[in-house]
């Protein structure tokens, strides 16, 4: 059986039986990753700290040719996000940032642009409390990366710029529209929302973060974003319900 080695940021675990846990874990090079730990949940397993989610860490696996599961042989753990400076707020940014990661990322089919962006956002929540500015810079890059995000410049029936305007948006069409086109129907993204969009795309998350926006700037790039991904999800994801509800926004 082929030994592997892959960095990697551990995504969820799962017990399997009274010693062994399930891995979910993306690597940047092969993907997505689900693996065995075996001897995992011992008191004193050499696996299990290295394990926990949100650690970055390289490790060694087994997997056979066209097996669902690898076997995990050895771990280092290169830092620890999930639990440096925790907080509430914290917390569910992380799964929240964890879940869409298992949601974006395909099985043997690497991406090391995202992996290098959920790196950099996990830096940069490490740094700065993760609010509205984080979840929405990690989305549109989300979105831009897996190919799910078109060039919002033109209005795609008449040809008219929109950059300083803001658009309408019909994420099932992959479309926007100037306001005359639109006639109201889509998702309403207003001029400071659009340039809003425009930084994210040119900073990194650190930057982004610093940037002020207003309630309705905030609200309209939420509803631009989650749509996107609702779409092509095809549902909602349960983790940024509960950051919702943590933070005492409606849903």
């Avoid at 940032?97 to 790196?119: C, G, I, S, V, Y």
């Avoid at 969009?197 to 650190?206: D, G």
């Amino acid at each position: 059986m082929p030994r592997h080695e892959a960095e990697a940021v551990i995504l969820r675990q799962y017990p399997l039986s009274e010693a062994d846990r399930i891995i979910v874990c993306v690597t940047r090079e092969f993907g997505l990753l689900r693996a065995v730990a075996k001897g995992a949940r011992k008191v004193r397993s050499r696996l299990g700290p290295s394990l926990e989610p949100l650690n970055h860490v390289r490790m060694q696996f087994y997997l056979r040719e066209g097996g669902e599961l690898a076997r995990i042989w050895q771990c280092e753990l290169m830092h620890a996000y999930f639990y440096r400076n925790t907080t509430i707020e914290r917390a569910h940014a992380y799964s929240y940032f964890a879940e869409l990661t298992m949601e974006m990322f395909q099985e043997n089919n690497p991406n090391p642009l995202m992996f290098r962006l959920l790196l950099a956002v996990l830096r940069a929540g490490e740094r700065r409390q993760p609010g509205e500015a984080l979840l929405r810079y990690f989305e549109l890059w989300m979105l831009r990366l897996g190919g799910l995000l078109p060039d919002y410049d033109h209005c795609s029936r008449c040809g008219k710029c929109v950059k300083q305007s803001g658009f309408y948006a019909g994420p099932g069409a992959g479309q926007l529209m100037c306001d005359e086109c639109a006639r109201s129907q889509g998702v309403r993204v207003g001029e400071e929302a659009a340039g809003l969009i425009r930084q994210a795309l040119a900073r990194s998350p650190e930057e982004f973060v610093g940037l002020v926006a207003s309630g309705r700037a905030a609200r309209e790039m939420e509803n631009f974003t989650q749509g996107m991904l609702e779409f092509h999800l095809e549902k909602k994801l349960k983790s940024y319900g509960a950051w919702k509800l943590i933070k005492g926004m409606p849903n």
